[in-house]
């Protein structure tokens, strides 16, 4: 699957929720490739953001 069915199966799943939210989704592709995409449905920029970066320094934190 292409990332554009990726990106667009993950907005579906969003605009299917009841709910704001986002979708971060990474995964292998051939030749230990990486990639990621994400969706946001409703959910303000800053917030969006903030909960990333938290996120991220809650993963470094654990790499210790």
Do not use: A, Q, T
Request: net charge positive.
């Amino acid at each position: 699957m292409r990332d554009d069915g990726i990106r667009k199966r993950c907005e579906k799943l969003l605009s299917d929720l009841p709910v704001p939210g986002f979708i971060v989704f990474g995964w292998e592709k051939p030749g230990k490739e990486y990639d990621v995409v994400y969706s946001v449905k409703n959910v303000p920029m800053k917030v969006l953001l903030r909960i990333l970066v938290s996120l991220l320094h809650d993963m470094v934190m654990k790499m210790k």
